[in-house]
T-cell receptor, first 114, second 113 residues
Framework: GENVEQHPSTLSVQEGDSAVIKCTYSDSASNYFPWYKQELGKGPQLIID?????GEKKDQRIAVTLNKTAKHFSLHITETQPEDSAVYFC?????????????FGKGMKLTVNP | EPEVTQTPSHQVTQMGQEVILRCVPI?????FYWYRQILGQKVEFLVSFYNNEISEKSEIFDDQFSVERPDGSNFTLKIRSTKLEDSAMYFC???????????FGQGTRLTVV
């Protein structure tokens, strides 16, 4: 089945810096890759997603890139702000047998220092 | 903005007891899911539910677990005889269809003592 690896596990940046989170996946047939932000005590909230027919997608300060050949995808946050501090999870949906489940990475705790 | 709601927010139960976690998915969504997150670990898939039946389940979802959609709005997860290792945050999610955005609830923190 699908396996998603995420790194780094923690990242601390200064306000205004950029942050990059990288993930790899194992199932070459996976076709949907969402990114979730989880604040303390809350459920994961989708911040951006990308499909396998697209190489890059941007939404204001966040962007996601997908390299299907290398089977990795990355989240880029520019001009970070303290409210960006949270745990970020990448995920993938494999397509084996029409799977519907999201397979999550281990998460990355981002701390943005004012 | 529509949201997935879960109750209770925190449940403490004794080992061996049955618990029912409740969820109200977004009204026009057709796919429903339960995930769990043990403290400090990744979010893990438990089960997906579509058209009033389980469509996919993980190895975690053994005979102690069951799901039900008792009426048109609620979606429940039952753990028949809780174990200490069932202690986790349980998230309900729903989506319009597969491979689309899954909306997560706030979670129920289950503590088995």
């Amino acid at each position: 089945g699908e396996n998603v690896e995420q790194h780094p596990s923690t990242l601390s940046v200064q306000e205004g810096d950029s942050a990059v989170i990288k993930c790899t996946y194992s199932d070459s047939a996976s076709n949907y890759f969402p990114w979730y932000k989880q604040e303390l005590g809350k459920g994961p909230q989708l911040i951006i997603d990308i499909r396998s027919n697209v190489g890059e997608k941007k939404d204001q300060r966040i962007a996601v890139t997908l390299n299907k050949t290398a089977k990795h995808f990355s989240l880029h946050i520019t001009e970070t702000q303290p409210e960006d501090s949270a745990v970020y999870f990448c995920a993938a949906i494999g397509s084996q047998g029409g799977s519907e489940k999201l397979v999550f990475g281990k998460g990355m705790k981002l701390t943005v220092n004012p | 903005e529509p949201e997935v709601t879960q109750t209770p927010s925190h449940q403490v139960t004794q080992m061996g007891q049955e618990v029912i976690l409740r969820c109200v998915p977004i009204s026009n969504h057709l796919y429903f899911y339960w995930y769990r997150q043990i403290l400090g670990q990744k979010v893990e898939f438990l089960v997906s539910f579509y058209n009033n039946e389980i469509s996919e389940k993980s190895e975690i979802f053994d005979d102690q677990f069951s799901v039900e959609r008792p009426d048109g709005s609620n979606f429940t997860l039952k753990i028949r005889s809780t174990k200490l290792e069932d202690s986790a945050m349980y998230f309900c999610a729903s989506s319009v269809s597969v491979n689309t955005e899954a909306f997560f609830g706030q979670g129920t923190r289950l503590t088995v003592v």
